[in-house]
């Protein structure tokens, strides 16, 4: 048997090859041990994703990791590097300090919607504003995840949720917060760009992604952030596979993929 990376194994299944024939190899920045994550949560793609790039780059020993509050509070556990947790959308405004102390390692928070783009949104904010030499991976799906699939700030028009069980109402609660954009446009941002897991081509141009905002970092240019479009089933009521069709017909369409703001630097190594 064959050992694959994450990318090969992406492009053999899209083409049919039979999976059987393939081991897929952990990343060494990835720990051993059982997710608590939902089935069809494409958190754990996402974790894998991160964990290559570390491993590709070389810097597992000198990465640190600022976990927020959220589904995501356990990502401590997944990854193999120094890691500490913030409180709920507090994870920039911690990621800042332990950068300041530590500028020659590589720190970044992982974050869901409900932490970054709520309770958190002047954190992420400011560091844009600041230029905070730091990577954020955003998930967005569209809900509060952990909570019991509450609205979130990025939940759609219409969606429907545990506290907005007639759908969501622009009337009411407003419109969707597209938080690639909004970073986009602070002057200490150099890197903002949304991407999406719901299929093994998008997956790959996600992992591409999150690889420049690590550079982004290791050459001291400013803020870097990835969102990424991800799947809840359990709180959208979905079965896997159809979480996926969800994220690719209702999702992509309000929230375009695309490069928000790569900065000069960076253009070579623009996906």
């Known amino acids: ?3 694959i990376s994450a990318n090969e194994f992406a492009a053999a299944a899209a083409t049919e090859t039979r999976r059987e024939e393939m081991v897929y190899e952990r990343p060494h920045a990835l ?11 494409t958190h754990g793609i996402a974790h894998r994703l991160v964990a ?3 491993d590709e780059l070389g810097i597992r020993e000198d990465t640190i990791l600022v976990a927020s509050v959220g589904c995501s509070v356990f990502a401590y556990n997944y990854f193999e590097v120094d ?16 950068k300041r102390v530590h500028p020659d390692k590589i720190v970044f928070t992982y974050q869901g919607d409900g932490d970054l783009a709520s309770i958190g949104m002047a954190e992420i904010m400011h560091v844009a504003a600041r230029g905070e030499k730091i990577t954020t991976i ?14 979130a700030p990025t939940s759609l028009l219409g969606q429907t949720t545990t506290s907005s069980p007639f759908g969501r109402d622009l009337r009411l609660t407003g419109a969707p917060i597209h938080m690639a954009e909004l970073l986009a446009q602070m002057a200490g941002t150099v890197y903002a760009v949304r991407r999406s897991l ?17 550079e982004a970092q290791q050459k001291g240019l400013g803020f870097s952030v990835v969102e990424l479009l991800s799947t809840c ?7 896997p596979a159809d979480s996926l069709d969800w994220v690719r017909d209702s999702m992509i369409p309000i ?17």
């Open 52 to 54: 290559e790039v570390i």
């Open 233 to 239: 089933p359990t709180n959208w009521g979905m079965t």
């Open 138 to 151: 955003f998930i967005n799906n569209a809900v509060y995840g952990m909570t019991g699939g509450q609205m």
């Open 198 to 214: 719901h299929d093994a081509r998008h997956i790959i141009q996600a992992k591409k992604a999150i690889r420049t905002a690590f």
């Open 83 to 98: 890691s500490c947790e913030a409180a709920h959308g507090r994870a920039p405004a911690m990621a800042t300090g332990v």
């Open 255 to 271: 929230y375009p993929l695309g490069d928000y703001k790569v900065a000069p630097e960076l253009a070579p190594a623009r996906h």
């Open 31 to 41: 720990t051993n041990v059982y997710t608590h994550y939902c089935p069809g949560c």
């Open 1 to 3: 048997m064959a050992i």
